[in-house]
């Protein structure tokens, strides 16, 4: 049986993710690397709520940035993260075809 401490930690990646918002910016990224005002504008909503969600993927390791120029340039900390949205998406529509 999985340790305690990982099972914390499993459960706070599940509550990270589970925040339609955060969700919805981490399939952006899936897509392409976006700077704030791109996210910005896709999801239309604050500047503010957009840099609040992204510090919080940020961190739990989910995201990344760098800078470029004056921007801060988002994407996706790693494969793994697609893995685990693409799973859960192909979990969702077998439930859906039975």
Same mark, same amino acid.
């Given at each position: 049986m999985a340790e305690q401490? *990982?099972?914390?930690?499993? &459960?706070?990646f599940f509550k990270v993710i589970s925040d339609s918002t955060r969700l919805s910016i981490l399939y952006l990224l899936k897509e392409k690397e976006r700077n704030v005002s791109d996210?910005?504008?896709?999801?239309?909503? *604050?500047?503010s709520a957009i &840099?609040?969600?992204l510090r919080t993927l940020k961190d739990s390791r989910l995201v990344?940035?760098?800078r470029e120029g004056k921007s801060m340039i988002y994407q996706l900390d790693d494969d793994h993260i697609v893995d685990i949205l693409n799973q859960v998406r192909i979990h969702i529509n077998e439930r859906d075809h039975e």
């Open positions: 401490d *990982e099972i914390q930690a499993i &459960s706070k996210i910005v504008e896709v999801l239309g909503m *604050e500047q &840099s609040h969600q990344r940035s760098r």
